[in-house]
Nanobody
Framework: QVQLVESGGGLVQAGGSLRLSCQAS????????MGWFRQAPGKAREFVAG????????DYAHSAKGRFTISRDNAQNTVYLQMNSLKFEDTAVYYC?????????????????WGQGTQVTVSS
């Protein structure tokens, strides 16, 4: 079992930046792919970004490329999502996720473990 706790959400003006953090605990010895998803009101949850255990490979949704950066610190069991040039349409609840399969996460938008989510609101 892996427990995930997100932090760093909040209210920001369009064009601003936020950095989300996700602290993992429990069975963190497995080499989990870590990722971020988001769900806007009335929409399905969607993949945003993912990173392999080593950090040498990342995946991004088209909407995140060039604006968001995912990173991780395995010594701290923490994954980050730096979000720049935020837009109104980035408003959503952002979820941290952990899975052993990069394909499940980035292609199928599935994951074994989920955090509770953190709200990001971008004002236009």
């Amino acid at each position: 079992q892996v427990q995930l706790v997100e932090s760093g959400g909040g209210l920001v003006q369009a064009g601003g930046s936020l950095r989300l953090s996700c602290q993992a605990s429990g069975r963190t010895d497995n080499r989990y792919i870590m990722g971020w998803f988001r769900q806007a009101p009335g929409k399905a949850r969607e993949f945003v970004a993912g990173i392999t255990w080593s950090g040498d490979s990342t995946d991004y949704a088209h909407s995140a490329k060039g604006r968001f950066t995912i990173s991780r610190d395995n010594a701290q069991n923490t994954v980050y999502l730096q979000m720049n040039s935020l837009k109104f349409e980035d408003t959503a609840v952002y979820y941290c996720a952990a899975d052993l399969s990069r394909v499940r996460m980035a292609v199928r938008s599935q994951s074994d473990y989920w955090g509770q989510g953190t709200q990001v609101t971008v004002s236009s």
